[in-house]
């Protein structure tokens, strides 16, 4: 724990939990202290105080976003088909990725990625890079271990990623599940995973 980061306590983390829920309403892009302590019951001194600043707070907001997507990705890789073929793992992966249910953390996993990118040292800083990381080893456990450090296995990974993330973003601009979910789909078929 560096100086910035004052101790956890549960103040800290009932306002960090209301304050994700907000930001999985609302995103990040906007937020502003007053509405958001308005909204959570608190008050923009007490939101300073426990995270130091907002870019603190951001930090800590990307933080539990992050937490709950690993926890996602990791009950996809405990449930997966063992059969140790990509396919089955990305098809798994897409399921997650289209349920409705996940919209709001993915519209913030978008928001959080593309600002790691225009804003690479604020509070978004390395977002994109370490997700980028989380779903290409995800993915890998889905390839056979003799294989997975080849650069094609990598360059495997990296397609699939491609094509989810594609399909991602298409599903939340037009919340067309059915069309992306055929493309997926079909790009997961066996004569095009090779």
Do not use: C
């Not at 004052?6 to 960090?16: A, F, G, I, V, Y």
């Not at 304050?19 to 001194?45: K, M, Q, V």
């Not at 991602?168 to 599940?177: E, I, N, Q, Y």
């Amino acid at each position: 724990m560096t100086r910035s980061e004052p101790s956890p306590s549960p103040r800290r983390q009932e306002l960090l939990e209301a304050a994700y829920a907000y930001a999985l309403r609302s995103g990040l892009g906007e937020l502003s202290l007053r509405p958001l302590a308005e909204e959570i019951r608190s008050s923009p001194r007490v939101l300073l105080y426990l995270f130091g600043s907002k870019d603190g707070l951001i930090r800590a907001l990307l933080a539990r976003a992050r937490a709950d997507e690993l926890a996602h990705i990791q009950r996809i890789a405990d449930s997966r088909n063992d059969s140790g073929e990509l396919r089955s793992v990305a098809r798994e992966l897409w399921r997650w990725l289209s349920d409705e249910a996940h919209r709001g953390l993915l519209t913030l996993w978008v928001e959080s990625y593309a600002r790691s990118l225009t804003d690479p040292d604020g509070p978004w800083a390395g977002f994109a890079r370490d997700t980028v990381e989380d779903w290409l080893e995800l993915l890998a456990a889905g390839q056979p271990a003799a294989l997975r450090d080849t650069e094609e296995a990598l360059a495997q990974r990296t397609l699939v990623l491609a094509v989810l993330r594609g399909a991602l973003l298409d599903l939340l601009a037009t919340g067309d599940a059915a069309r992306t979910t055929a493309a997926v789909h079909l790009h997961l078929e066996p004569a095009r995973m090779g």
